[in-house]
């Protein structure tokens, strides 16, 4: 039952590889959402979700990954007893806090949708938590297969569980707002994510069952050791567990406030409540959807890169090590203002085009936001490849401290801006910003100092800029003449997208922003590298990186 080294790496390809179908269904997910239930419904949704979020992160966050770390080390030295042992009292610990953290929703709905400001929100709350008993089994099985080196269990549920939320949640959201509007409505929608979370864990156990047998075998030829006490397995597993939960709680305790606080400090302005929740919908439903794309690219690009960096590490290369930081600095940034840039000139259309529901004034308020929160898609590109450097680094408490201090900077802003009248919802927006510029600094200041890599500003910001700043031009042209020929929104947004993406790959050629040693991170990079030189826009390189970069 050992792994192959093969088999390990295609294992954890398999997991990279639906860790990111999972992102693009999840960023997709809200815009037929929000078309469904409209802005209204997705401030409903938005108050209960963060709750989730939060707790989701206190039952299961840091008890797989130490789940799986634990049977590891067992399975390592043949000792398959104790590693079920380890599974057995991680799944009745993780059966217990997922029933009280449920528990704790279902009796305080109504509680705490008023302590964040929307009592409509409690039946979405109880819809929800029952969530949280069954991700919490979920992350026992989860944690226990990656342990014995088997990914594909944890990839197929994690798929199921996205597809199933898609599906249900958005067929339940739909019946359920034509029959009781939009508070209904966001109650489908989070009793899908329920429901998802049941077939998910359904398949798990179909799994774990059909593996029973050679589960037993194999602990039956283990040796007679000492069975590790319930006590000594839990004492380890909060060791390990408790300051990865820490760390990712930051950002889901962060929506929580900045969902109260928008409630509390418009509604001090004079904003009546159901202005408060459409202001809430327009910002989380539609304009963060959008903000959080492109995080698809950039946690590929961090998922490459901590591998690549920690092999540098232990081959105790330090040249290496800073040329794969700066190259991945450099990458955020390439992915990063090209998508800022897109999406503020592009801000109508592309919302139009996708939002076919809402006033006029909604949809103008939606436009400016995403005009200003497209500064932060660029500081955020750049926190979630850093996090991966960081990561790769060893240095794990270095991004949740970065986060921890843009968190709270966040926290100021929004308190300060949402109380201006002539500011209000802007000022979460704004804050938004300031987060993730604050945490992208605190991170590119330290993995500069650990990696000791040259923060070069032609290279890394200059030709990038006038990239960006030349594919601009040209969607702005683009879509000021189109229009003059075609009356179809959605094809001369789609048309303008796609030249911009022409232009921005030439201007970054003809700058020279991105070279063939660049393109090792990218999946696919050798075979584009291959083709560029074959086409003599590039000069055969010595030797083609592939894959991880190493």
């Known amino acids: 039952m050992s792994k192959t080294t093969k088999s390990f790496v295609a294992g954890a390809a398999i997991l990279g590889f639906a860790g990111l179908i999972v992102k693009i269904i999840g960023a997709f997910y809200r815009i037929p959402l929000t078309n469904m239930i409209g802005t209204e419904g997705m401030g409903i949704y938005q ?44 799944f009745r610990v ?145 060791a390990m567990a408790i300051p990865i939960t820490l760390g990712g709680i930051i950002m889901p305790v962060a929506q929580m406030i900045d969902t109260a606080m928008i409630h509390g400090r418009l509604e001090a302005i004079g904003y009546a409540l159901e202005a408060r929740r459409t202001l809430l919908g327009i910002l989380t439903g539609q304009v963060n959807t959008l903000v959080n794309m492109p995080a698809v690219l950039t946690v590929a690009l961090s998922m490459s890169l901590v591998p690549a960096i920690s092999a540098s590490v232990a081959e105790r290369s330090p040249v290496a090590v800073r040329t794969k930081a700066e190259t991945g600095l450099k990458l955020a940034i390439l992915i990063g203002l090209p998508c800022a840039v897109g999406m503020y000139l592009m801000a109508e259309p592309i919302l139009s085009m996708l939002y076919r529901t809402g006033t006029a004034d909604e949809m103008a308020i939606a436009v400016e936001l995403l005009g200003v929160m ?46 201006i009248p002539e500011i209000n919802i802007k000022g979460a927006a704004i804050s938004t910003i300031c987060c993730y510029s604050v945490a992208a600094l605190v991170d590119v200041v330290m993995a500069a100092k650990l990696s000791h890599m040259r923060l070069r500003f032609g290279d890394m910001l200059v030709r ?57 991170y990218i999946p696919g990079g050798a075979k584009i590298t291959r083709l560029l030189c074959r086409m003599h826009i590039w000069k055969t390189p010595r030797k083609v990186k592939g894959g991880n970069g190493r």
Do not use: C
Request: hydrophobic share 55%; charged share 10%; net charge positive.
């Open 47 to 90: 108050v209960a979700y963060p709750i989730y979020s939060t707790l989701l992160v206190i039952s299961t966050s840091g008890i797989p990954t130490a789940i799986s770390k634990m049977v590891a080390e067992k399975t390592a030295v043949g000792d398959y007893r104790n590693a079920h042992r380890i599974f057995q009292v991680a």
């Open 374 to 419: 497209s500064i932060a898609v660029f500081f955020l590109s750049i926190v979630q490849t850093m996090t991966g450097v960081l990561q790769g680094l060893g240095k794990v408490g270095v991004p949740v401290f970065a986060l921890l201090i843009g968190a709270l900077t966040k926290v100021v802003v929004n308190y300060i801006l949402l109380g």
């Open 464 to 520: 990038p800029l006038l990239s960006a700043g030349g594919m601009g031009v040209a969607v702005y042209f683009v879509n000021l003449w189109a229009r003059k020929l075609i009356h179809s929104n959605t094809i001369v947004t789609i048309l303008a997208i796609g030249v911009a993406a022409l232009v921005y790959v030439f201007m970054l050629l003809i700058t020279k922003a991105i070279r063939p040693a660049d393109m090792a």
């Open 94 to 238: 993780l059966l217990i806090i997922g029933l009280i953290t449920s528990l704790v929703m279902l009796a305080g709905n109504r509680l705490i949708a008023q302590g964040l400001g929307d009592e409509m929100a409690a039946s979405s709350i109880m819809a929800i938590a029952p969530a949280l008993f069954f991700v919490s089994l979920l992350s026992a099985y989860r944690g226990y297969f990656q342990g014995l080196q088997r990914m594909v269990p944890t990839a197929a549920s994690q798929v199921v569980e996205q597809i199933g939320k898609l599906a249900i949640g958005l067929y339940l959201a739909y019946q359920m707002y034509l029959t009781g509007g939009p508070a209904a409505g966001a109650a489908g929608a989070l009793l899908g994510v329920t429901l998802s979370e049941v077939a998910a864990l359904v398949l798990l156990i179909g799994m774990y069952n059909r593996n029973k047998g050679e589960i037993k075998q194999d602990i039956r030829q283990s040796p007679r050791r000492h069975i590790l006490s319930f006590r000594a397995v839990l004492r380890n597993l909060a």
